[in-house]
């Protein structure tokens, strides 16, 4: 979006009565995912309205504070940023704002409607897609020995890959993880993890290397850890890794196998003012156009969540490397991904939260 749409577009929302914020705050994960959200979204928006934005890395605890902030009446983010099953919670208890996409998002360059050309992605009336990640493993090609391992169940095998390992403090992904490597098949995992014996079994098979854990609660955790030689192998976002790998020239490799695919995107709390709720809005439609879809792609490897923006996915902005085959959608990296499942996770999260954090404690 150029100046002068968006002046307009502020315009209009100050001829139906209601002015617009010129501050706010956008709450995201921080990182490398942070810094390509500040490069593709914050500071073309910024340069080209004149707004303050204030950011905030805390989206790993969006729900509980989001929550919080609503019981006190006092709700201080903007707009947020939150993997898909969070969103799906958060738009079922009422805290995020139901979206009409394509009232409210910008078409495709050739006219296609939003809700058309995000597709499948759009898993809630109150979520905003906006890149596809995974999260998988990587390992220092230096501590593995001479056969570096190629399936994800090589995290679970601490004779041939003795050493520490990351996994993060939570039980999504970990959970579906452990089932696949105690033999349960992929398409029957959340039929199995649904029951409470289910879920003993993961946790028992977590059991087998839980002494050999370094749980980790934010994004630069295990880039860090790998980076400083403390573990052999660990689990964060692929984009993190990218940006260890490519662009600190790390001893690391990624792990493909069996990465879990997921969506991340913006909702917009409900709660506030209605200059708030304006200036929220023009900001989501202007980040996730086609174009600032596909810039974001210059800065970190996350495939981009419109489908008019993947043909304009081209090199990374600093090193001039081609982007795409380093994105988790690329052919040769998506040989054997296993699908989250959004709903299955808004509905148990709670519960099965409770008892991982539970085991942890023993």
Excluded at 68 to 75: I, R
Excluded at 107 to 123: E, N, Q, R, Y
Excluded at 278 to 305: E, H
Aim: overall charge negative.
């Amino acid at each position: 979006m150029n100046l002068t749409k968006t002046m307009l577009s502020i315009a209009a929302i100050a001829v139906s009565g209601s002015a617009v914020a010129q501050e706010m705050t956008i709450v995201s994960w921080g990182g490398a995912y942070s810094k390509s959200q500040l490069r593709a979204y914050h500071e073309p928006y910024s340069a080209n309205t004149g707004v303050t934005i204030i950011n905030d890395d805390s989206s790993a605890e969006a729900v509980a504070k989001l929550r919080a902030m609503n019981e006190a009446g006092n709700v201080t983010w903007d707009v947020v940023d939150v993997v898909a099953a969070d969103a799906i919670r958060l738009c079922d208890e009422g805290l995020a704002l139901e979206i009409n996409h394509d009232e409210d998002l910008a078409v495709a360059p050739d006219g296609t409607k939003a809700s058309a050309d995000f597709g499948d992605l759009i898993v809630s009336d109150c979520f905003i897609p906006q890149i596809v990640y995974s999260t998988t493993f990587g390992y220092r090609t230096d501590l593995v020995g001479d056969t570096a391992p190629t399936d994800v169940c090589a995290v679970f095998d601490l004779e041939a890959y003795p050493g520490k390992r990351s996994l993060e403090k939570r039980p999504i992904n970990n959970m579906e993880w452990a089932l696949i490597c105690d033999g349960v098949a992929k398409d029957d995992v959340y039929d199995v993890l649904e029951t409470e014996e289910g879920q003993n079994q993961a946790l028992v098979k977590l059991d087998t290397i839980k002494d050999s854990v370094v749980w980790w609660s934010a994004g630069a955790d295990t880039p860090q850890l790998l980076a400083d030689g403390e573990i052999v192998m660990g689990s964060t976002y692929n984009g993190r890794l990218f940006s260890l790998i490519e662009e600190q020239n790390q001893p690391v490799a990624m792990l493909w196998d069996a990465q879990v695919f997921d969506l991340d995107g913006w909702i917009i709390p409900t709660g506030l003012s209605d200059e708030r709720k304006a200036r929220a809005l023009d900001y989501v439609k202007f980040a996730t156009d086609t174009q600032r879809l596909a810039d974001q792609a210059k800065y970190i490897s996350y495939g981009p969540a419109r489908a008019s923006s993947a043909p304009l996915v081209g090199n990374h902005a600093d090193l001039g490397i081609a982007m795409a085959p380093h994105m988790p959608t690329d052919p040769e990296n998506s040989k054997n991904t296993f699908l989250y499942n959004y709903e299955f996770w808004a509905d148990y999260r709670d519960d099965i939260d409770a008892k991982f954090q539970a085991w942890l404690a023993q």
